[in-house]
């Protein structure tokens, strides 16, 4: 499925960013941020991460987003209050004026006033439920659809990035991405394939070996350039890029660059 896009788009790499880690590196696609300037520097970071991502931009500009993930409930990262007028309401409570009883009560609410930042969030950790997810999710027109496949890094932590295990870990993910790309239209739809991070042989990453630094950049569809080159591709530079192509702005704190050089973009368009 990867050499089908390859052969069809773009045939690249991009640079992780250090620490890398998942969740870092998940803020980093979503947002445009890497984990020096996010905060989020390890895969124990818990709470909702207040910076513009890619689901805000769209949301705000009315297009409907979706994620699917048999890995991570990654949604969890990126919960936002449920409405500004009623987190003011919240803000405003008293919570020590109160007795015990209210107190706990209030808290509860308060805990509970939150949304996730897609229109569709759905977590499916049994074999084959994130393609069944996200072409469900297709379907009911997501815009922008958000996949993370887990059985690569599965397999890499248990066996090492040289081992057989990974090699079918690999052949399992790519069959997976064509049976979701089997829903997808690449004369209307576009798709863009990274991972958050590589495997050392041993099995393990963090660091900043080439081999965990240096991931897969595969695009194709709609808007992208057939046979393009990418110049010192980051992840950082996802967002921006899945923007442009959705004809939304990028999201605000984000510090990577539109990867105009994929685009199918007039010279002004592009400068």
Known sequence: ????????????????????????????????????????????????????????????????????????????????????????????????????????AARAVVDMEVRAPFDDSRYAPWPGGVVEAARAQLAAGAELQVVLIGVVDDAGHAEGADSDEYRAAVVSADRMIGRILAATDLATDAVIVVADHGHTDAGGHGGVEPEVMAVPMVA???????????????????????????AIPAPGHGLGRTLTELLTLTPAAAA
């Open 220 to 246: 194709a569809g709609a808007g992208v350039r057939r046979g393009a080159t990418v110049a010192d591709a980051r992840l950082i530079d996802v967002a921006p890029t899945v923007a442009a192509l959705l």
């Open 1 to 104: 499925a990867l050499d089908r896009l390859r052969g069809l788009g773009v045939d690249g790499h991009a640079r992780s960013h250090y620490p890398s880690w998942s969740r870092p590196n998940y803020v980093s696609i979503l947002t445009g941020v890497p984990p020096q300037a996010s905060g989020v520097r390890t895969n124990r970071h818990y709470t909702p991460v207040a910076l513009d991502t890619l689901m805000d931009r769209a949301q705000a500009a009315r297009v409907r987003s979706a994620s699917a993930s048999d890995n991570s409930p990654l949604p969890a990262l990126f919960l936002r209050p449920i409405d500004p007028a009623r987190q003011a309401e919240l803000d405003a409570l008293d919570i020590d004026a109160m007795d015990d009883r209210e107190s706990e």
